[in-house]
């Protein structure tokens, strides 16, 4: 057994991301000024998209995209019941209403078969998660939402680097809405980025995201700015500031490297549980489907355990290993229950799945003994408390 605590997450910060803060820290420009615009510029270049607007969470993107496409009280947005707290709180923001529609068994994204008969007249928006970073699939989604005249924000909070279709996440679709919150893909501690091809979308974004205000904080205060401001509209204070632009530069330029040893995880953990009947391995996407491996859910087949999901966890975590699990799903917190009295078997499969699901840890300073080290976990404890 491990001696030391495996955490479920780490960030992967060197020396690189240390050199773009202490030179942000040092230009006497903290806020949001030239090291946003430059991570806005190389974040829409790497992914291919015509607008990116930086923001201080994936929460504040989303509020802001919905914001953009006029969403009114009374509105409805569809979404998944399996996903964070976010997707739906904001749609709340507005005094409209989520409507959840269950996640497809295999992948446990949107199950697209079942959007159409959650649409109605109030139906504006779908909001499409990527769970674990497995892109949702957005050619049906499309389709539907074309037919119906209804936007697309994309919670690509798990999606970077993720490819769909040939593209780039975020350099197609309405609104793609990214988060680099300490535990994602791409960090800077708190942190969330807007993409769209939309010119009137993507002002509307920047200037709520500073109150609504007519120009730039950093504008006004340099010799190319002046003092004179103009409030257009009652915004929000959702900028990004400098200092967390520099970390995520660093972040961006290793995406990839970091993506790709992720890759190595899953395909290590897939390779060491596809013969263990009581595991269920994560989907891992079709090709040319890029997956970003944000999360590795593995489910297990708790009819050939004599323990429960809960008992694993704690199992793992007498081992020194952290887990997680994404997601409770909404419908059985108590906010959404006693406001729209669901019950767990509304939505079947979500709840079913995630009373099954474990997310093992998956980032890029894993070592090869931290996942050989996963891997003897898991294997044990099924070894030990399988039913036959
Ligand atoms: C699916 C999903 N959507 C949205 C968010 C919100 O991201 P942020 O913390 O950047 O606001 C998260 C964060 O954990 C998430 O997992």
């Known amino acids: 057994m491990r001696e030391s605590y495996l955490p479920f997450a780490l960030p992967d910060i060197d020396e690189r991301e240390l050199t773009e803060v202490e030179q942000a820290l040092l230009s006497g420009w903290v806020t949001t000024g030239p090291k946003t615009h430059q991570f806005e510029q190389e974040f829409a270049a790497a992914i291919g998209a015509r607008h ?33 707290a976010a997707t739906a709180e904001v749609v709340r923001y507005f005094d409209a209403r989520p409507v959840l529609v269950d996640v497809d068994a295999e992948t446990l994204n949107i199950d697209t078969a079942q959007i159409d008969a959650a649409i109605n007249e109030r139906t504006r928006v779908i909001m499409p998660v990527h769970l674990a970073g497995l892109p949702a699939n957005m ?41 680099f919150y300490a535990t994602k893909t791409l960090t800077t501690g708190e942190g969330g980025m807007i993409c769209t091809e939309n010119e009137e979308w993507a002002e509307r974004c920047r200037f709520m995201s500073l109150h609504g205000i007519s120009r730039d904080a950093w504008k006004r205060y340099t010799a190319e700015g002046n003092w004179y401001y103009e409030i257009l509209a009652p915004g ?100 959404y229950r006693q406001r729209y009295g669901y019950q767990p078997q509304d939505y079947p499969v979500s709840y079913r799945e995630y009373q099954r699901m474990i997310s093992l840890p998956i980032y890029s300073r894993m070592s090869d003994q931290d996942v050989q080290d996963v891997i003897e976990a898991v294997s044990e404890i099924v070894v030990q408390n399988r039913t036959a």
């Open 52 to 84: 990116a607007i930086a923001v201080n969470s994936c929460t504040a993107a989303m509020h802001l995209a919905l914001e953009a496409v006029g969403l009114q009280p009374g509105d409805e947005v569809i979404t998944t019941p399996l996903t964070f």
């Open 139 to 179: 050619a049906e989604i499309s389709r539907i939402a074309q037919q119906h005249a209804l936007k697309v924000i994309e919670d690509a909070a798990h999606a970077m680097p993720g490819v769909y279709n040939h593209r780039a996440h975020g350099s197609l679709g309405d609104l793609v809405c990214f988060s």
């Open 236 to 335: 929000f204070k959702y900028n990004m500031t400098d200092v967390a632009a520099a970390m995520g530069l660093a972040q961006l330029r290793k995406v990839n490297v970091m993506w790709q040893r992720r890759k190595e995880i899953a395909a290590a953990y897939n390779q060491a549980f596809a013969q263990v009947s009581e595991l269920l391995l994560p989907p891992v996407g079709n090709a040319p489907e890029q997956h970003a491996w944000h999360l590795y859910i593995l489910r297990l087949h708790l009819e050939r355990l004599q323990i429960d999901r809960s008992q694993f966890i704690a199992a793992l975590k007498k081992r020194n290993i952290g887990t997680s699990v994404h997601f409770i799903p909404l419908h059985i917190h108590p906010y």
